[in-house]
C-alpha cells in the first residue's frame, strides 16, 4: 500500500521539516470513523507536487499510495475512510522545500482480562503506532459516560487515571451488565474530539432491553452454535418459534436470527430465551414504556400515567421522569406495584399547558426509553372549529352555484347569437338561388305556388 522513500529522500525530508515545517496538528479519531488530515502549506495551489508520507517504526517514512480507502482531496488534505489502529501514525504532507506534519491519535478501548471475580475492567487510551506511548497532550481529557452521554457514577464504579491519554473503568458488575454499552469520550476544553463504545459480556448474563409501546423492537441472538443446529426464541409458555415458521403474529425470525416484535405492548414484557440443542445463547429482558391520559369531567384537567411493565420485578434503580417541550423536568412520585413502575402528572387547562410531554424511563440515570403524550383538541374546541368551516362550506357551495348559473346563462346567450347568424346565412343563400330562377325564366303556375309558399318568411323578411 505504500512505497519505501529512499534514503536520501528520507535525510532530505528531515532536514526540511527541521527548518520549513509548520507546526504540528493534532487530530483525534476511533477506529471505523473517517477523517481528513488537513496539509497545511498554503502557498502550494497544485497539489500534483504535494506528497503524503507517513511514519512507521524506528521514524521511518513511507509514501502514502492512493486507494479507495487514501484520497487526496481538491485542497492537497488526506482523507482516511474506516479508520484502523493502524493508522494511528505522524503523517507529512510536502512539497518541495516545505512541509508540514499532521499527528493522527486514535481513541481505544480495551477490556483487562486479568481482573478479579465480579469486576470487569475497561481500558480507555490514545493509541499511537507502538500501541500505548508516554503522553505528551495537555488540554485533553478522558471520560466515561453510558450509551447516552449521561456521566457514570456510583457505589459500584471506580475510576483511575494514570495521565491524561489513559482511564480506567472498574465495574463491580451484576448479571444486567451483558451486552450493556460503555463510551469514554476525548474532549479538549468543552468540545468533544472523539467517543468510542465498548459492550461488556458477563458470563450467564442477562440482557436488558427498554421500548416505548407502539415501537417494533429486536432482540439479539447471539447465535454461536454450529451450522444446521435448530435455534429456538421461548417466552415461558407464551412463544415458541424457530426461523422455519417466519412470523408468527407480532414476532418475527429475523435471517441473523434476531426476534423482531412488532408494535410492542405491555403484554409483551417478559424475559425472552434464545437457545440450540437445549443450550441457552442468550437471554434478553423486555420492558415496555407507555403513556396514558384520561380528562377529568367539568374541569377538564388532563391525568397522565406513565407505567412501565418489567419482565419481572422493577430494579430499584430505575426511575420515571418527565419533560416538556421547554426541556423542564416535571417529577412526580413513582410507586412500585408487582411487576410495574407508574408515576402520575395532572395537567392543568390553559394557553401555559404544554402541547406535549414526554416519560422516560432512566437505569442508573441513563435514559433507555421514552414515550411521548400529545395534547388532543377538546370537543368544545373541535365544535368552535367545526362552525366557521361550516360557514365556509357552505359560503364555497353558495359560489359554485352561482358561478355555474352565470355561465348557463352566458351559454345559452351565445348560442341564440349564433342561431341568428345561421338564419342569415341560410336566407343569404335562398336568396342567391331566387334570383337565378328568375334570370332562368318563370315557372309554371304549380311550380311557382310550391316555390312562393316555400321563400314566403324570408321574403317577407327582405320586404321589410
Known amino acids: 500500500m505504500m512505497a519505501r522513500v529512499s534514503l536520501l529522500g528520507l535525510c532530505l525530508l528531515s532536514i526540511t521539516q527541521t527548518t520549513a515545517s509548520a507546526a504540528q496538528v493534532l487530530t483525534f479519531a476511533a477506529p471505523g470513523d473517517s477523517v481528513t488530515l488537513p496539509c497545511a502549506l498554503t502557498s502550494s495551489r497544485d497539489c500534483s507536487s504535494v506528497k503524503w508520507s507517513v511514519a512507521g517504526e524506528f521514524h521511518s517514512?513511507?509514501?502514502?499510495?492512493?486507494?479507495?480507502?487514501?484520497?487526496?482531496?481538491?485542497?492537497?488534505?488526506?482523507?482516511?475512510?474506516?479508520?484502523?489502529?493502524?493508522?494511528?501514525?505522524l503523517y507529512v504532507c510536502a512539497s518541495g522545500a516545505l512541509s508540514s506534519n499532521v499527528s493522527l491519535q486514535l481513541l481505544n478501548?480495551?477490556?483487562?482480562?486479568?481482573?478479579?471475580?465480579?469486576?470487569?475492567?475497561?481500558?480507555?487510551?490514545?493509541?499511537?503506532?507502538?500501541?500505548?506511548?508516554?503522553?505528551?497532550?495537555?488540554?485533553?481529557?478522558?471520560?466515561?459516560?453510558?450509551?447516552?452521554?449521561?456521566?457514570i457514577h456510583g457505589n459500584r464504579f471506580?475510576?483511575?487515571?494514570?495521565?491524561?491519554c489513559f482511564?480506567?473503568?472498574?465495574?463491580?458488575?451484576k448479571p444486567t451488565d451483558h451486552h450493556r454499552k460503555w463510551k469514554c469520550r476525548l474532549t479538549q476544553g468543552d468540545a468533544v474530539k472523539a467517543s468510542v463504545s465498548y459492550t461488556t459480556t458477563v458470563p450467564d448474563g442477562v440482557e436488558e432491553v427498554f421500548s416505548a409501546a407502539g415501537e417494533s423492537v429486536s432482540l439479539t441472538c447471539s447465535h454461536t452454535s454450529s451450522p444446521g443446529v435448530g435455534v429456538v426464541w421461548a417466552a415461558g409458555e407464551r412463544l415458541q418459534i424457530s426461523p422455519d415458521q417466519g412470523q408468527s403474529g407480532a414476532f418475527r425470525v429475523n435471517p441473523d436470527l434476531s426476534l423482531t416484535i412488532g408494535r410492542v405492548s405491555a403484554q409483551h414484557a417478559g424475559q425472552y430465551r434464545c437457545s440450540a440443542a437445549q443450550?441457552?445463547?442468550?437471554?434478553?429482558?423486555?420492558?415496555?414504556?407507555?403513556?396514558?391520559?384520561?380528562?377529568?369531567?367539568?374541569?377538564?384537567?388532563?391525568?397522565?400515567?406513565?407505567?412501565?411493565?418489567?419482565?419481572?420485578?422493577?430494579?430499584?434503580?430505575?426511575?420515571?421522569?418527565?419533560?416538556?417541550?421547554?426541556?423542564?423536568?416535571?417529577?412526580?412520585?413513582?410507586?412500585?406495584?408487582?411487576?410495574?413502575?407508574?408515576?402520575?402528572?395532572?395537567?392543568p387547562v390553559g394557553s401555559a399547558a404544554p402541547e406535549e410531554m414526554s416519560c422516560s424511563v432512566q437505569r442508573e440515570e441513563e435514559v433507555t426509553a421514552s414515550k411521548t403524550w400529545r395534547r388532543s383538541c377538546p370537543p368544545q374546541t373541535l365544535a368552535w372549529l367545526g362552525l366557521p368551516l361550516g360557514l365556509l362550506t357552505c359560503?364555497?357551495?353558495?359560489?359554485?352555484?352561482m358561478y355555474r348559473k352565470r355561465k348557463k346563462r352566458r351559454d345559452h346567450d351565445a348560442g341564440n347569437q349564433q342561431t341568428g347568424f345561421g338564419m342569415s346565412h341560410v336566407y343569404e343563400v335562398v336568396h342567391y338561388l331566387n334570383n337565378e330562377e328568375l334570370q332562368q325564366g318563370r315557372p309554371t303556375e304549380g311550380e311557382a305556388a310550391a316555390t312562393d309558399s316555400f321563400y314566403h318568411l324570408p321574403q317577407a323578411d327582405k320586404q321589410q
Open 279 to 347: 443450550k441457552v445463547l442468550n437471554t434478553v429482558r423486555l420492558h415496555v414504556l407507555d403513556v396514558t391520559s384520561q380528562r377529568a369531567p367539568g374541569q377538564g384537567n388532563v391525568t397522565l400515567t406513565c407505567v412501565l411493565t418489567c419482565a419481572n420485578a422493577c430494579e430499584g434503580d430505575f426511575n420515571l421522569t418527565w419533560s416538556g417541550r421547554s426541556k423542564t423536568s416535571w417529577q412526580s412520585g413513582s410507586t412500585w406495584a408487582n411487576n410495574t413502575l407508574t408515576s402520575t402528572l395532572v395537567l
Open 109 to 151: 478501548i480495551t477490556e483487562n482480562p486479568n481482573v478479579e471475580e465480579g469486576k470487569i475492567e475497561l481500558h480507555c487510551f490514545l493509541n499511537k503506532y507502538r500501541g500505548l506511548s508516554t503522553c505528551k497532550n495537555t488540554g485533553i481529557h478522558l471520560n466515561w459516560t453510558t450509551e447516552d452521554n449521561t456521566p
Open 395 to 401: 359560503g364555497t357551495a353558495g359560489g359554485v352555484f
Open 167 to 173: 482511564s480506567k473503568l472498574i465495574i463491580n458488575h
Open 158 to 164: 471506580n475510576f483511575g487515571h494514570p495521565s491524561e
Open 61 to 89: 517514512l513511507t509514501e502514502v499510495v492512493r486507494s479507495p480507502r487514501l484520497v487526496l482531496l481538491q485542497d492537497c488534505s488526506l482523507r482516511i475512510e474506516q479508520l484502523e489502529v493502524n493508522d494511528a501514525r
